[in-house]
């Protein structure tokens, strides 16, 4: 017997599709959305139709963003040869938040991690190369200090390090197993500033 009205399952089912939302928290979620006024219900439908048709990739970056160029490569200010190599969009967010990062990044969307059969090919390595290819003098490895961070960072390095660049890693201020988005600007910033040569 089916307990709930079909529009009710529906939307549970959407819900539980969500990353980190199971059975129960997509029923509470739905539940709240039934409650919630139609004008609040509307605004928040629209706001993820809009994000979804309008959020693209920086032809940059590759971070997530509303134009062409996001705000930090569309910034002249900004040293353009130094690169922060970071695994997301949040880890981006993150160091800009310190306000005392001046260079540029460039997003992966991801790490490698063969276990998941993730490989080079599946992040956005090869765009960094191809940037690189124009006057870059020093890659920032900032990807996470988990196992597929580390495993990243290896690989990156061995894979620039031929061509002359400097390549340095963020310092071990970072917690081991620690996802940046969580680090605190202080922590963030001594990691940066005590970066090591790879
Ligand atoms: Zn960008």
Redesign the pocket.
Known sequence: MDLYSGYINRLIAELSVLPGIGNKTAQRLAFHIINMKKESVEKLAGAMVEARNNVKY??????L?DSD??P???NPARNHKQIMVVENTRDMTAYEKTCKYEG??HVLHGAINPSLGIGPNDIRLAELLKRLQHDAEEVIIATNSSIEGETTAMYISKLIKPSGIRVTRIASGVPVGGELEYIDEVTLTRALDARVEL
């Open positions: 920086c032809n940059e970056c590759f971070t963003t160029l996001c930090v490569c569309a540029v990044y």
